[in-house]
T-cell receptor, first 113, second 116 residues
Framework: DAKTTQPPSMDCAEGRAANLPCNHS???????VYWYRQIHSQGPQYIIH???NNETNEMASLIITEDRKSSTLILPHATLRDTAVYYC??????????????FGKGTHLIIQP | DTGVSQNPRHKITKRGQNVTFRCDPISEHNRLYWYRQTLGQGPEFLTYFQNEAQLEKSRLLSDRFSAERPKGSFSTLEIQRTEQGDSAMYLC??????????????FGPGTRLTVT
């Protein structure tokens, strides 16, 4: 499995866009980029995923570079409730999508009031 | 949809005792996963079911651990002869069978185990 590299922590002011980077330089052609977050004392929460095109949903946007070696999760207007650990995960699709997720240590995003 | 539920939420046990946790997935999700998370670390995959079949097990799942999903609905995770190193948050997740890359996992709140 490809591995990911994320900064251990980041700060962002409330109301500003939070941009969380992730490096996945060994990603393979059939591997997707997933983002989850974990608010303190809760289970992880799915945010967004993509293969090679940029993606947007009601929670966030995912920008994947053309070479797919890195990506950025964007929270457009961060609120205090977005304070959490954000995990970037590269996941192969092996025909059944059955593989367990491989979490790293993630980025602890702190939204400052 | 009531989400993934796990019981109990907290469990304190003495070393050497057996414990069992339960996970109820989102209804009609045929995939169910168990993870373990220790303080300051991301969750670690333990095992996975598709319906009642256990299809994948991590090397982390020692012989003292056993998981079942007898009717393809709820699942149990049992730890026998608990050790202090088993203290962790045990997370359950479920996902629907979907298209490629369309099978995001939905996590429960976890069961926090403390072995004294």
């Amino acid at each position: 499995d490809a591995k990911t590299t994320q900064p251990p922590s980041m700060d962002c002011a409330e109301g500003r866009a939070a941009n969380l980077p992730c490096n996945h330089s060994t990603i393979s052609g059939n591997e997707y980029v997933y983002w989850y977050r974990q608010i303190h004392s809760q289970g992880p929460q799915y945010i967004i995923h993509g293969l090679k095109n940029n993606e947007t949903n009601e929670m966030a946007s995912l920008i994947i570079t053309e070479d797919r070696k890195s990506s950025t999760l964007i929270l457009p207007h961060a609120t205090l409730r977005d304070t959490a650990v954000y995990y970037c995960i590269v996941r192969p699709y092996s025909g059944g999508g059955a593989d367990g997720l491989t979490f790293g240590k993630g980025t602890h995003l702190i939204i400052q009031p | 949809d009531t989400g993934v539920s796990q019981n109990p939420r907290h469990k304190i046990t003495k070393r050497g005792q057996n414990v069992t946790f339960r996970c109820d997935p989102i209804s009609e999700h045929n995939r169910l996963y168990w993870y373990r998370q220790t303080l300051g670390q991301g969750p670690e995959f333990l095992t996975y079911f598709q319906n009642e079949a256990q299809l994948e097990k991590s090397r982390l799942l020692s012989d003292r651990f056993s998981a079942e999903r007898p009717k393809g609905s709820f699942s149990t995770l049992e730890i026998q002869r608990t050790e202090q190193g088993d203290s962790a948050m045990y997370l359950c997740a479920s996902s629907p069978r979907g298209l490629a890359g369309q099978d995001e996992q939905y996590f429960g709140p976890g069961t926090r185990l403390t072995v004294t």
